[in-house]
């Protein structure tokens, strides 16, 4: 990465998405909550972090490791100053970097940046 990108990827607001898994496969109705993501706001709501406090992004505690849905696509969309990127997660690969990224992303830890 060269630095004249750096603020291509710094400048934006990150949002979480998940895309919808294969027809068929997802007996949820439309609209209701992935599982891990009601997990990963569960634990935040559990930890009272207070946002306001200078450095809240040097104190966070560690997030847990999440249960995924199988076969459900989880996307992370970054809007920047230079147009949309969309990472596709592998939870069945790096479970825990994707929990990571879901709970830092939910918590607005990059907002901002």
Do not use: C, R
């Amino acid at each position: 990465m060269t630095t004249e990108l750096l603020p291509t990827f710094v400048a934006g607001a990150l949002v979480l998405v998940m895309a919808t898994s294969v027809l068929g496969k997802d007996d949820k109705p439309a609209g209701s909550v992935d599982p891990a993501i009601a997990e990963v706001d569960k634990f935040i709501a559990a930890q009272k972090i207070d946002k306001s406090s200078p450095g809240w992004k040097t104190k966070l505690p560690k997030p847990p490791k999440l249960t995924f849905t199988k076969d459900k696509k989880y996307v992370w969309v970054l809007d920047t100053n230079k147009g949309t990127i969309k990472i596709t997660l592998k939870p069945d690969v790096a479970p825990m970097h994707v929990s990571s990224t879901i709970y830092l992303t939910k918590l607005g830890f990059y907002d901002g940046i």
